[in-house]
């Protein structure tokens, strides 16, 4: 077994690995960037390194700093977690060429799932069902051609992208003559390949995949599946398993497509082969395949009673953990909340800022980098913490999980917590009717008011406010005016003495997230 291994990541995900790493009582190396000097990942790694600035390219992604950290750390082997460079091919030789074990898929693996086009090629030679579409399209014209015959409405897709980047749904011809350049300059700026095809949309789909783990010998163990139907702007933010709703011939398909295609490349590794089934017809298509440890990997480890870290290290340093592994079985119901810094009532703008109160339920999993105290900065993924909530059934998970984010709390920032506890109260939610487009006509109210501008001297008071504390040189408090202070209380409904915001003449705007702007009166 290897003695030392770097987490080539940050955030949730290396606490995660790091957390691995030490119950196997391997040295767990952590990298970070200017922006992370006080993260929770430094913290929790026996050594850490700096490896630069802030932006993602100077640091996370600066491959050349990376292998240099361990090269002169001896290093033995590196996990990459998702994103950043966990499919980068180039990143995986040069480490290699160092002696550094790469802990994850073969380099054939990840060039081969990499486009979705040949990924697209390789499912349909396994015999898996795929969504109609086409090849990789020369021109607008082929595309416009190629999309009359499959039938509005089309999703034209990057074959680069992914984390939901890169596709684009279009009604009509009008479209996807609009969307085409666009969806090819993006796919080249951040994928760097250009490359694009169409496929039918589908419009009452869920999305339901499958993890598997292969040992890279040609056997794949199947660890059950998990619906990521609900989703904003094509990326997942509550997942469960096992998915509700389904025939078991169905359950049953799905784990065989994604065993006959990962065993036909004898995949190594872990990995997950995504499906998106239509609610109409009852039909599965195959999407792509993810190859690396997945953002939700931990509802599947939850319901398995398995460590997929544990077994991905252990494969990597030869030792092969599937031998008895074929036939486990999946016990009781597992969801998965993203807490995301972004508010949902704008569009999910992303937020950051200082985190004031982190407050999460004891007695849970909850993978997380975030404290108290802890700085969310613009640089990185939104991603704060995965709450996992467990059940033996679907309904007693749903109940539990309604306890488990009533009691979790991010301050300092919007966060889309209110959200996802409001989603549990939803009728088609709770009858496991999930589908893609779930979030997209939500009815979300926010609890919270904006402060747009803050006005000279508005404050928070309370009638009579702080008094009888001159004697220890506390000076008292309270509003400027006690009687517009309880009027104001009394035409609202309220106490008198509820605390109320007290405004000057040149009072603030604020904002209500359900409601256009509008001015707050100035009460005195
Ligand atoms: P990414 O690489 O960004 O994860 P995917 O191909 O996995 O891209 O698709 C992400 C999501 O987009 C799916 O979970 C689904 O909600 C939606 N989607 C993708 N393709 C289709 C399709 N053909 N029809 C309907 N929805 C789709
Ligand atoms: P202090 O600093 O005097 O102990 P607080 O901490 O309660 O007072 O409030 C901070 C600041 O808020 C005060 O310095 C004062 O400028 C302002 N403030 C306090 N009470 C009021 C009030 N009733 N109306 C307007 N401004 C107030
Ligand atoms: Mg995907």
Redesign the pocket.
């Known amino acids: 077994m290897f003695k030392k291994v770097l987490v080539a990541n940050r955030g949730e995900i290396a606490c995660r690995i790091i957390r691995t790493l030490k119950e196997m009582g391997i040295t767990a190396v952590a990298v970070y960037s200017d922006a992370d000097a006080d993260a929770e990942h430094v913290a929790m790694a026996d050594e850490a390194y700096n490896i630069g600035p802030a932006p993602a390219k100077e640091s996370y992604l600066n491959t050349d700093k990376i292998l240099a950290v361990m090269n002169d750390h001896g290093v033995e082997a590196v996990h990459p977690g998702y994103g950043f460079l966990s499919e980068n091919v180039e990143f995986r030789k040069a480490c290699l060429e160092l002696g550094v074990e790469f802990i994850g898929p073969e380099e054939r693996h990840i060039l081969e799932f990499g486009l979705?086009h040949m990924a697209r090629d390789l499912a349909e030679s396994a015999g898996v069902p795929l969504?109609p579409g086409t090849p990789l399209l020369n021109s607008l014209e082929e595309a416009l051609e190629a999309a009359e015959h499959i039938g509005y409405p089309v999703?034209l897709?990057s074959t680069a992208?992914?984390?939901?980047?890169?596709?684009r749904i279009c009604n009509e011809s009008d479209e996807l003559e609009a969307h085409y350049d666009t969806i090819k300059r993006l796919g080249k700026n951040y994928f760097k390949d250009e490359g694009v095809f169409l496929?039918?949309?589908?419009r009452t789909?869920r999305?339901i995949e499958v993890q598997v783990f292969g040992n890279g010998k040609g056997e794949v163990v199947v660890l059950g599946e998990r619906d990521?139907s609900v989703?904003r702007r094509?990326q997942k933010v509550i997942e469960e398993t096992p998915a509700p709703n389904i025939s078991e011939e169905t359950r049953a398909a799905l784990h065989a497509a994604a065993k006959a295609l990962t065993e036909k490349v004898a995949y190594r590794s872990a990995g997950t082969v995504?499906f998106?089934y239509d609610t109409e017809t009852e039909q599965f298509y195959f999407?792509?395949v993810n190859t690396r440890l997945q953002v939700e990997h931990g509802i599947t480890e939850e319901v398995f009673g398995v460590d997929l870290v544990r077994w991905m290290v252990e494969l990597a340093a030869g030792e092969d953990p599937t031998p008895g592994k074929f036939d486990l079985k999946p016990s009781g119901c597992a969801m998965e909340f993203r807490v995301y810094a972004e508010d949902p009532g704008k569009e999910y703008q992303p937020s950051s800022g200082i985190i004031t109160k982190a407050e999460f339920p004891e007695g849970i999993r909850v993978d997380k980098w975030v404290e108290t105290g802890a700085e969310v900065s613009a640089y990185y993924d939104p991603l704060l913490a995965k709450v996992i909530v467990t059940g033996s059934t679907r309904d007693e998970t749903v109940a539990r999980s309604v306890d488990v984010l009533s009691n979790t709390a991010i301050c300092g920032f919007e966060t889309n917590i209110q959200l996802m506890r409001q989603v549990l109260e939803d009728e088609t939610f709770r009858r496991g009717e999930v589908f893609?487009g779930l979030l997209n006509t939500f009815d979300y109210r926010a609890d919270t008011i904006e402060v747009v501008v803050p006005g000279t001297q508005t404050t928070v008071q309370d009638v009579p406010g702080r008094i009888g504390y001159w004697g220890i040189g506390v000076p008292p408090s309270g509003p400027m005016d006690m009687l517009s202070f309880r009027i104001a209380n009394r035409l609202v409904g309220n106490a008198e003495n509820a605390a109320a915001l007290e405004m000057t003449m040149s009072g603030g705007v604020i904002g209500l997230t359900v409601m256009p702007l509008w001015r707050w009166p100035a009460v005195t």
């Open positions: 979705k969504v999703m897709k992208g992914g984390g939901g980047i890169g596709m496929e039918k949309y589908i789909s999305h990521c989703q094509n995504e998106i999407l792509e893609t």
